[in-house]
């Protein structure tokens, strides 16, 4: 696997030419992938290579924290005192747990709402660009490549997403490399080739 300093570096390079594969995608969205070993390095450098972006690239990155959204949303919803309820009177009932957030998170469409709202703030600023983080937070409950598929005709700016996995081809994905390969995406992807 590549060392992820080196992925980042060729994002970077591809980032600078607007390099697509135009064949697959004509959105400009971009999978930097990493293996979950590395997935705390990546969360201590995203930092550094935020500056790195906006001090040596020029962008003006905007950052969607997907774990931080999903905390906010969940602490503010008006159902969680019902929610924890359930949980304490019916402990270890998962299944109810997981459809709870699938109905709330996926079939709402919500992730996709956020990952668009990023996406038209980073298009209002010049020479904006919008990365995805924390992309664990969603898992079993969403895919982050059927968000991708929901963002055809939708990205006015690029798209970054910081995706612990590993990928086999320049199509195909595993989460954490213990999913099932995902062939569905059709972005470019740099890194984690296992």
């Known amino acids: ?3 992820v300093e080196d992925s980042f570096e060729e994002l970077r390079s591809k980032l600078k030419s607007q390099e ?7 959105e400009p969205i971009y999978y930097l992938v990493f293996g979950q ?6 969360k201590r450098r995203f930092p550094i290579w935020k500056e790195k972006l906006e001090q040596q690239d ?8 997907l774990g931080r959204r999903i905390q906010e949303f969940l602490r503010t919803h008006k159902r969680l005192q019902t929610w924890l309820e359930y949980e304490r009177t019916n402990p270890g009932d998962y299944e109810a747990v997981r459809k709870t957030l699938v109905s ?3 079939d709402t469409g919500l992730v996709t709402t956020w990952v668009v709202e990023t996406l038209t703030a980073a298009a209002a600023d010049t020479h904006g660009i919008a ?4 992309v664990e937070a969603i898992h079993p409950f969403l895919r982050i490549g059927a968000v991708e598929q929901s963002l055809q005709g939708r990205c006015p700016a690029p798209l970054v997403i ?3 996995g590993v990928r ?3 199509t195909i994905l595993r989460f954490l490399g213990e999913y099932p390969e995902d062939g569905n995406y059709r972005s470019l992807m740099i890194g984690g080739e296992g």
Request: positive net charge; proline residues 5%.
């Open 20 to 26: 697509r594969l135009l064949e697959r995608s004509s």
């Open 58 to 65: 020029g962008w003006r990155v905007h950052q969607l924290s």
């Open 1 to 3: 696997m590549p060392n």
């Open 131 to 134: 990365v995805l983080t924390d």
């Open 168 to 170: 086999s081809g320049n």
């Open 162 to 164: 910081l995706y612990p």
């Open 104 to 106: 709330q998170l996926a």
């Open 37 to 42: 070993r590395e997935m705390q390095l990546v």
